[in-house]
């Protein structure tokens, strides 16, 4: 079955620096990658997905890119601000795991104002 | 994004007795629903896949017998624990999706606590 492998586990960065978080996969049929954001209390809320026939994807301030032959991928931050301190969790979701998303144990990230 | 509601956020319930808690999709059909179980600073951990009209999938461990699920419209599942211990106590999500290929979108949570 897919594996997800999410580093690091905790992140602090200075507002408006930048963050990176990265996750590897096991599985190479795995064609669907979310990330999700949670705050203390609350459900995961989906930030950006990127899917296999695409390198790089970009929504204002977040960008994920894919490297299918490394099978890893990762979420960027840029310009962070204190609202942007949570928990990330990224997933992956493969046809032969019956479409089910595998998530990676999750990166705490604080941004210090 | 799609709107799924969960409820109730937080229950307080006894030991020995049954909760139900349900997820709903406000603005679209999900032909699928994942029920998932949180443990504090964990990850999130696949209980079982529901598919409506059908009778869900449980994960490997996961007890079908404790662990209620259904699905009987395209909008709402349910999860009853029953029996209820203090070791059930966790923070329960849900998510759905209209279609096997597309996002899945998550619910608020529910913080179960079995006293």
């Known amino acids: 079955g897919e594996n997800v492998e999410q580093h690091p586990s905790t992140l602090s960065v200075q507002e408006g620096d930048s963050a990176v978080i990265k996750c590897t996969y096991s599985?190479?049929?795995?064609?669907?990658f979310p990330w999700y954001k949670q705050e203390l209390g609350k459900g995961p809320q989906l930030i950006i997905d990127?899917?296999?026939?695409?390198g790089e994807k970009k929504d204002q301030r977040i960008a994920v890119t894919l490297n299918k032959t490394a099978k890893h991928f990762s979420l960027h931050i840029t310009e962070t601000q204190p609202e942007d301190s949570a928990v990330y969790f990224c997933?992956?979701?493969?046809?032969?795991?019956?479409?089910?998303?595998?998530f990676g144990a999750g990166t705490i990230l604080r941004v210090k104002s | 994004g799609a709107v799924v509601s969960q409820h109730p956020s937080r229950v307080i319930c006894k030991s020995g007795t049954s909760v139900k808690i349900e997820c709903r999709s406000l603005?679209?059909?999900?032909?699928?629903m994942f029920w998932y179980r949180q443990f504090p600073k964990q990850s999130l951990m696949l209980m079982a896949t529901?598919?409506?009209?059908?009778?869900?999938?449980?994960e490997q461990g996961v007890e079908k017998d404790k662990f209620l699920i259904n699905h009987a419209s395209l909008t709402l599942s349910t999860l009853t624990v029953t029996s209820a211990h203090p070791e059930d106590s966790s923070f329960y999500i849900c998510?759905?999706?209209?279609?096997?290929?597309?996002?899945?979108?998550f619910g608020q949570g529910t913080r179960l606590t079995v006293v």
């Open positions: 990127i899917r296999s026939n695409v």
């Open positions: 529901s598919n409506e009209g059908s009778k869900a999938t449980y």
């Open positions: 998510s759905a999706r209209m279609q096997p290929n597309t996002e899945a979108f």
């Open positions: 599985d190479s049929a795995s064609n669907y």
């Open positions: 603005d679209f059909q999900a032909t699928t």
């Open positions: 997933a992956a979701r493969s046809v032969e795991y019956g479409n089910k998303l595998v």
